[in-house]
């Protein structure tokens, strides 16, 4: 909690003047009462009528003047707590930004939402509490003790009895409740992480008729959770009606023993009203405490799950002096490479060589689990490799920052993704100062100019979120629109062309032909038709290569590429 305090140095003027401000609306409520106490003794026993104006217009203008400096606390507060939510939001997003899929595997997508959201709420709410309360609530305390026991210190004995039996309350309920606090937060992660998949996942779970399967796991979720903030409100529920029974009873026994020292003429009527003044004073400075003491464990467990994530280190970083590229202008090469994926035993891939140059098609099949998606990741370097090396125009990944690497790549993942927002907007994602001639001209390689003339509003239309609105085979196409848009050195696609029918798939590949004359381009397919007139095919089995060749040349020598095809085309077309 206290590392994520120290952001607070930015509003450094913010939260001097909220401690001025808070100091001065404490010392005119610590001295009211003792005016109060003069009116009472000398004003109303004498009968003296200008001096209970007197120090009537007095006790006004202090109260007046706390009560502006309480609205200004409040503003301050308010302004502080928010900013600070706002820029640790910030810093959060920009941090998780910088992650690779190897950190966002290690905490997951659910709980980053959370401690996005929720958990820096909880610090928020705490902070604003504690600008509000946790530095006025000292100052009320010891003032308060220093000025009843200037009224009377006999009487005082009371609160030396009551105030230790109160703070020790305070300190048992919230022992009891900080392990539930976290609880809370593990549990609200389990809930967003079952909402989210239940809500992505929605035409599946409809069509397989699992309804009430999700329904009955959102509701253990949720009972879980509801049952843990239950067990928690119930220790919490506690500590008011316990204060206010303590509070109750030390006034009762301030007016019992105060009475008799009345009655001795010790002290006077004034003087004992305003000790009850100040005991409530320094009775509720503890209550204020105990609020924060409420709040504070559960913020105090979402500081240290926020600080896990700005903790975390990227295991991907860019040099300290970057490579810049040779003329190898789109040469991609694989040198020997292996790799694994972290905390597993065994490699993924494993000895993986071959050069793609320029002007070349180079494709890789191969059954499922070979490895072909894990291949393309490490071209982008979402994933580090493990052993070898890949190089872009001659330079290893690792040599050079992460944009200007992926400035050179095309990238069309396997699940296609379009954002909320225009046809435009998502085809300009990868240059955003694309002309509409080069977004219709990509549209128009990508085989999707005709469904975005027949929309509407043309390239205005909007997707939806996940777009939703439009088919598997229309978000693939618009997704390869988007990456030629950018024009890169080399094409990445990720089995992009599954969701097409034949025709558009080979309208596509041969508008693809004249469109990357220039560049690198590599295709991972299941289908034999997509990759058989590629310069070079790469047969894949278990994170190997184990072919290198032509349609022609795999089919004559390469068994497992037989075995592809004659489970794809009949002999006719293998003919």
């Known amino acids: 909690m206290l590392k994520l305090l120290r952001m607070l140095n930015v509003y450094k003027l913010a939260v001097i003047l909220v401690i001025i401000f808070v100091f001065l609306q404490s010392m005119s409520d610590l001295y009211l009462p003792t005016l109060m106490s003069d009116i009472v003794n000398v004003g109303i026993q004498n009968g003296d009528v200008p001096y209970i104006w007197k120090i009537g217009g007095i006790m006004l203008v202090i109260a007046l003047l706390g009560a502006l400096c309480s609205i200004l606390v ?56 504690m600008m509000r309360m946790m530095i006025g609530a000292p100052i009320m305390f010891i003032g308060g003790v220093i000025m009843a026991i200037s009224q009377d210190s006999k009487l005082s004995i009371v609160l030396m009895v009551s105030l230790p039996i109160l703070a020790g309350t305070v300190a048992l309920i919230a022992f009891k409740g900080l392990p539930l606090f976290k609880a809370i937060q593990k549990k609200l992660d389990r809930l967003n992480l079952v909402l989210r998949e239940q809500l992505t996942g929605i035409r599946v779970i409809r069509s397989f008729n699992r309804g009430q399967f999700e329904k009955e796991r959102f509701t253990e979720a949720n009972q879980d959770l509801t049952q843990t903030a239950i067990r928690v409100n119930k220790i919490m529920a506690f500590m008011m009606p316990s204060m206010m029974l303590i509070m109750n009873f030390t006034i009762i026994a301030i007016i019992g023993f105060g009475g008799l020292r009345i009655d001795s003429g010790d002290i006077q009527v004034g003087n004992m009203m305003a000790f009850i003044q100040y005991a409530m004073q320094i009775m509720f400075s ?250 070079r095919i790469l047969v894949m089995d278990e994170g190997k290569i184990v072919g290198s060749g032509t349609h022609s040349e795999l089919l004559a020598n390469n068994e497992v590429y037989r075995e592809i095809v004659s489970s794809q085309l009949s002999e006719e077309e293998i003919a």
């Open 286 to 535: 503890l209550i204020m405490v105990s609020i924060i003491f409420v709040m504070l464990p559960r913020a105090s467990a979402s500081a240290a799950r926020i600080n896990e994530v700005l903790d975390m280190k990227p295991e991907l970083t860019n040099p300290d002096s970057p490579v810049r590229s040779s003329k190898l202008y789109g040469t991609l090469e694989f040198d020997k490479v292996s790799f694994k994926y972290p905390g597993a035993e065994e490699y993924a891939l494993q000895d993986i060589s071959f050069t793609a140059k320029p002007g070349e098609t180079t494709a890789i099949i191969g059954g499922t689990g070979s490895g072909k998606t894990t291949l393309l990741s490490l071209i982008p370097r979402f994933y580090e490799v493990t052993e070898g090396s890949v190089r872009v125009d001659g330079v290893d990944v690792r040599d050079m920052t992460q944009d200007d690497l992926r400035a050179k790549i095309g990238y069309v993942p396997q699940k296609a993704v379009l954002f909320t927002g225009s046809i435009a907007d998502n085809l300009r994602y990868g240059k955003e100062d694309a002309t509409q001639e080069e977004i219709e001209h990509a549209a128009a390689v990508a085989q999707a100019a005709d469904f975005i003339s027949e929309m509407e509003n043309g390239y205005e239309s909007v997707i939806a979120q996940g777009g939703n609105n439009v088919s598997g085979g229309q978000k693939q196409r618009l997704s390869i629109a988007r990456a030629l848009v950018r024009r890169p050195e080399i094409y990445v696609f990720d089995d992009s062309f599954s969701a097409l029918d034949f025709k558009t798939d080979s309208r596509l590949r041969a508008a693809l032909k004249g469109e990357t004359s220039d560049s690198t381009v590599i295709i991972v397919a299941q289908r034999v038709s997509t990759v058989r007139d590629a310069d």
């Open 74 to 129: 409040s503003f301050l507060a308010s302004q502080v707590s928010g900013k600070f939510a706002r820029d640790l939001r910030s810093r959060v997003f920009r941090h998780v930004e910088n992650f690779s899929l190897q950190e966002f595997d290690k905490i997951g997508t659910a709980s980053l939402i959370t401690r996005t959201t929720n958990d820096i709420t909880q610090v928020q709410n705490v902070l604003l509490m």
